[in-house]
């Protein structure tokens, strides 16, 4: 059974777009969190819920709004989508926010043509 | 806030040899957790090591062990007797206690493992 899974895996999408990418944890954790990792593979932090609570919310476009329905499920829009905006989309999930080990998804990888 | 930096971009090593990936980060903090990640090219994002500031002993993990020098802001990895499957990204990372905070990734260091 995967711990944190995503979906899709690939979306290959043209500009001006929306698109949603939907993640699932089966841990039981608190904490779930979306990172961006470019093309130079930076990892950096976009949003962090915390049992449905917003916590951080980095500088970060309007055009993307994270929605968490439940503290399982941590889902990512993406609007009026941009060739900047390709990159990889990393979910994960921690038992809560003070706890220190990071479970990673397997990955989104957005490409706007 | 915080800052990692990895100095080394890519590395390579014989397999079966030894190799050390560098560290560095920037904190005023005392008491915060450091990780090791790995990154092969499935892209999975898996833990390989961490470490609580406030213990002196260093963390290891079979072939994985680090040096973490406090005082020097430093945390390498040592990774021995390296094998193909090691080949991979390995991020530094940072984790503060303090609440609204979060992990901080260095920008990585490309491993590659030679036959």
């Known amino acids: 059974d995967t711990a944190v899974s995503q979906t899709p895996k690939y979306l290959v999408t043209q500009m001006g777009n929306d698109k949603s990418i939907k993640c699932e944890q089966n841990?039981?954790?608190?904490?779930m969190y979306w990172y961006k990792q470019d093309s130079k593979k930076f990892l950096k932090i976009m949003f962090s819920?915390?049992?449905?609570?917003?916590?951080i919310n980095e500088t970060v476009p309007n055009r993307f709004s994270p929605k968490s329905p439940d503290k399982a499920h941590l889902n990512l829009h993406i609007n009026s989508l941009e060739l900047g905006d390709s990159a990889v989309y990393f979910c994960?999930?921690?038992?809560?926010?003070?706890?220190?080990?990071?479970?990673f998804g397997s990955g989104t990888q957005l490409s706007v043509l | 806030a915080q800052t990692v930096t990895q100095s080394q971009p890519e590395m390579s090593v014989q397999e079966a040899e030894t190799v050390t990936l560098s560290c560095t980060y920037d904190?005023?903090?005392?008491?915060?957790?450091l990780f090791w990640y790995k990154q092969p090219p499935s892209r999975q994002m898996i833990l390989v090591i961490r470490?609580?500031?406030?213990?002196?002993q260093n963390a290891t993990e079979n072939r994985f062990s680090v040096n973490f020098q406090k005082a020097a802001k430093s945390f390498s990895l040592k990774i021995s007797d390296s094998q193909l499957g090691d080949t991979a990204m390995y991020f530094c990372?940072?984790?503060?206690?303090?609440?609204?905070?979060?992990?901080?990734f260095g920008p990585g260091t490309r491993l590659s493992v030679l036959p």
């Open positions: 990372a940072f984790r503060s206690l303090i609440y609204g905070q979060n992990f901080v």
């Open positions: 841990l039981g954790h608190d904490t």
């Open positions: 470490q609580e500031a406030y213990k002196q």
């Open positions: 994960a999930s921690s038992q809560d926010r003070h706890q220190e080990k990071l479970f």
């Open positions: 904190t005023s903090e005392s008491n915060y957790y």
């Open positions: 819920y915390n049992n449905k609570e917003l916590i």
